[in-house]
């Protein structure tokens, strides 16, 4: 009689071993799928970058001025959404840019939204001093703005028509001639002493 115990004890023992196998492969299997970002469901993925004639993604910021600021704000205008931040060299290059076609423009309804990525108010706040940039710039500090958009570099900026639709997305600094081209394409005309042209 004790030898038939002994296999089916080892039996039972061995069965037991084979299910904790089974239980803990089980448990590693779920918590590397949970863990895997390319199986996330697809409402989860990150939205595809914005381009010309998508309709502009709407936001609120609040402003270096503490005003509550929305995109939906400038309906009927034209908008230039501009994304910066202080440390970026080539932003500096192209703010002289903006503030001469803001300065020229303003009276014919065009506006700038200039929104930070990256940076810290107190930098944003001390550059934009120095530069003397008149339009509003809004801290995007969760980044929530920068990825609606689908940004993928500094500077970059979407060219906004009054129907709030995304006419052109320009990724690099912007000099006067391609500045005064993207303004073109939503409904803001070149004055004489600008030439619109390729950008």
Do not use: K
Not at 114 to 135: L, N, P
Request: glycine share 8%.
């Amino acid at each position: 009689m004790p030898d038939e115990q002994e296999p089916t004890a080892a039996l039972t023992s061995r069965s037991a071993v084979i299910a904790s196998l089974f239980l803990f492969g089980a448990i590693v299997l779920a918590v590397v799928l949970l863990q895997t970002p390319d199986l996330q469901a697809p409402d989860e993925a990150a939205p595809s970058p914005v381009q010309a004639g998508d309709a502009a993604p709407d936001f609120s910021l609040t402003s270096l001025d503490d005003a509550d600021m929305s995109l939906s704000d400038y309906a009927g205008r034209p908008v230039l959404i501009d994304f910066w931040a202080s440390w970026c060299e080539p932003c500096h290059a192209e703010f002289p840019e903006l503030a001469a076609a803001y300065g020229r423009h303003r009276e014919e309804g065009l506006e700038i939204l200039g929104i930070t990525h990256a940076d810290s108010e107190q930098e944003s706040r001390a550059f934009v001093e120095e530069a003397g940039a008149t339009w509003p710039i809004l801290p995007d500090p969760d980044d929530l703005v920068w990825e609606a958009y689908g940004a993928q570099g500094l500077p970059t900026s979407y060219f906004v028509d009054a129907d709030g639709v995304v006419q052109r997305v320009h990724l690099g600094p912007l000099n006067e001639t391609g500045l005064a081209d993207h303004l073109a394409a939503i409904g803001i005309p070149p004055t004489p002493t600008e030439s619109a042209g390729p950008s």
